[in-house]
């Protein structure tokens, strides 16, 4: 195994994640096309879900420790109206693959880079929740071209850095040997205290992963203002008002002192778990968002 890339920690730890990875991607819509595209870094695997319109089509990058299940509620009403495509970060819990390691975030976008082109797209609009959220805002700023527009979930490390109480609870979180019950807890204080057992696939694919899985990413690096305002694309960010990992007025002031073309919303009854929370709600703020970029 090359030194520095992410892996399962036994043959039995990825049997065990693939088993509640499959039973997350049964509650997913039917996708109909399955990809695994080569880049510099591993393998990305790739899932294209046929919507309902002929709009530029959007690609979803999930959380830390989680994959394309995550997106189990948003998919549904995002098909309303458009074809999604969906990844599994390459570093990640998750198929895709790591071969070589990253040494930082121009690393980062350049496997993400090879992966659009991969997938022969040449425009899409990206939407990312948490670290994918980082993901998406690293890569339009270093590798400007194909992203038409980003829409950002409650991104970490982008507008406001990671609070010190929630940085301390997330590394003991991935700690091996920390009991589950301890892992739950942990999530369901960043899910804004929601009982886990409402959510269990998104529980279920978290624990698996922090459990199974070896991450060997760098730390990602915050967002700077100079990267903020290099951003040519249109951008909308949904904060959530109760999330404990970022200041949510804080972030919101920054954003809105930086960005070009921000559209910034601090959604005061949301957690962390916005995606989840309010998926009806953040794809109709979407599909008006992406409709008139595309316009």
Request: overall charge negative; cysteine-free.
């Amino acid at each position: 195994m090359a030194k520095g890339v992410g892996h399962y920690r036994s043959a039995e730890a990825y049997e065990h994640f693939l088993a509640v990875y499959r039973d997350g991607m049964a509650t997913l819509p039917p996708f109909d096309a399955q990809f695994d595209v080569p880049t510099a870094f591993g393998t990305v695997r790739a899932y294209r879900f046929p919507g309902h319109g002929p709009g530029t089509p959007v690609l979803l990058l999930p959380g830390r420790n989680a994959s394309t299940p995550m997106y189990a509620t948003n998919l549904p009403s995002l098909l309303a109206r458009r074809t999604v495509y969906s990844i599994d970060r390459l570093g990640e819990a998750g198929l895709s693959v790591q071969t070589a390691s990253m040494r930082g975030a121009d690393d980062d976008a350049q496997w993400l880079d090879e992966a659009l082109a991969g997938l022969g797209l040449d425009q899409v609009h990206l939407m990312g929740v948490s670290m994918g959220g980082w993901t998406t805002v690293n890569y339009a700023a270093r590798r400007p071209g194909r992203a038409a527009s980003l829409v950002l979930l409650d991104p970490v490390m982008t507008f406001d850095r990671i609070p010190v109480p929630t940085l301390f609870a997330s590394v003991a979180m991935f700690a091996p040997g920390v009991p589950e019950s301890i892992r739950r807890r942990v999530v369901s204080w960043i899910s804004g205290g929601a009982d886990v057992d409402d959510v269990v696939m998104e529980a279920r694919l978290i624990d698996a992963a922090s459990r199974d899985f070896v991450l060997k990413l760098p730390a990602p690096k915050p967002i700077t203002d100079d990267q903020l305002r290099s951003l040519e694309v249109p951008v909308l960010a949904l904060l959530g008002g109760r999330s404990v990992m970022l200041r949510a007025d804080r972030a919101a002031e920054r954003a809105r002192n930086t960005l070009p073309h921000g559209q910034i919303e601090v959604w005061s009854q949301a957690s962390h778990a916005i995606n989840g929370e309010y998926p009806d709600e953040i794809a109709e703020r979407a599909h008006r968002f992406w409709d008139s970029v595309d316009a």
